[in-house]
C-alpha cells in the first residue's frame, strides 16, 4: 500500500506484495525444507504439468520437482505436496496461455474507449487494446487478495510516478501508474503466481510495467472486470 503526496493532498493507495506472456518468472528459491514423501490430491495434474510420469504416486524426484516449482513462485509450504494451491497455480498458467493473443475474445473489455488497460481478474492478465486491436499483452498480473480486492470498473490513470515509495509499508513500486483511490499498476520483485495477491495493486513484472509506463498516460481508460480466484 503507497500513498499520493501531490499538492498537500495524501491519498491513501495500496501496493503489491510480492510483452506476450511469459510462464516462468520467479521469486529468489527460498531455503530448502524436507520433501514430503506423501502424494497430494493433484499429484497426477501436477506431474503432468511438469513434464513428470503421470503415476499419482511421489517419487524423490517428483517431491523436488514440485520443490522447485514452489519455491519459485513463493508457494508455501514448500514441501513439494500437490495440494491445491500448488495446482491452483499451475492450473491458472495453463489457462493463461490458452488465452494466446486473443485475451478480449469475451468482448468484456470496451472496444469504443481508444486506447484502453483491460484486467482480467478471474484469470489474471492484463493487456492494452487500442478499439478491438491488441496494443500490447496478455501479460500476467497478481492483484488484491481476499479482503484488499482490486476494484472493478471502468477508471483513468490520473497520476504517474516512475520511482514511487509507499509510506505506509516503505516498500518501492517502480513505474507506479495509479487509477482507483490509490490502486495501481506497478512492478514487483516476486513472481506473478505468488500467493495471496497483492494489497489491491495490479502487480507486473518490471518489463511489463515498463511497456505500460511508455504507452499509457494521464487520462488513459482502465477497465477491470472478473473475480480473482481465491476472494
Not at 509510506?167 to 501508474?177: E, F, K, R, T
Request: glycine share 12%.
Amino acid at each position: 500500500m503507497g500513498d499520493i503526496r501531490r499538492r498537500g493532498v495524501v491519498v491513501a493507495g495500496a501496493t503489491a506484495l510480492v510483452a506476450p506472456l511469459v510462464i516462468g518468472l520467479g521469486a529468489a528459491p527460498a531455503q530448502a525444507a524436507s520433501c514430503t514423501t506423501q502424494a497430494g490430491p493433484h499429484q497426477k495434474q501436477v506431474e503432468k504439468f511438469l513434464g513428470r510420469p503421470v503415476d499419482g504416486k511421489q517419487s524423490t524426484a517428483d517431491c523436488k520437482a514440485i520443490q522447485a516449482f514452489q519455491n519459485k513462485h513463493g508457494i508455501k509450504p514448500n514441501i513439494g505436496y500437490a495440494g491445491p494451491v500448488t495446482w491452483g497455480a499451475m492450473d491458472l498458467m495453463n489457462k493463461q496461455k490458452a488465452v494466446g493473443n486473443k485475451p478480449n475474445k469475451d468482448g468484456k473489455c470496451p472496444v469504443n474507449k481508444g486506447r484502453i488497460a483491460c484486467v482480467n481478474l478471474t484469470l489474471q492478465i492484463s493487456w492494452i487494446q487500442d478499439g478491438s486491436r491488441l496494443v500490447y499483452g496478455p501479460v500476467p498480473v497478481r492483484t488484491g487478495r481476499d479482503g484488499y480486492e482490486t476494484r472493478t470498473g471502468l477508471k483513468k490513470i490520473y497520476w504517474r510516478n516512475i520511482d514511487h515509495v509507499s509510506s505506509i509499508y516503505d516498500v518501492p513500486m517502480p513505474y507506479a501508474q495509479f487509477f482507483d483511490g490509490g490502486q495501481a499498476f506497478h512492478s514487483v520483485g516476486v513472481s506473478m503466481w505468488n500467493p495471496p495477491g497483492s494489497h489491491g495493486c495490479v502487480n507486473m513484472t518490471k518489463t511489463a510495467a515498463q511497456k505500460y509506463w511508455s504507452l499509457l498516460k494521464n487520462g488513459d481508460d482502465v477497465y477491470v472486470y472478473g473475480r480473482k480466484p481465491g476472494t
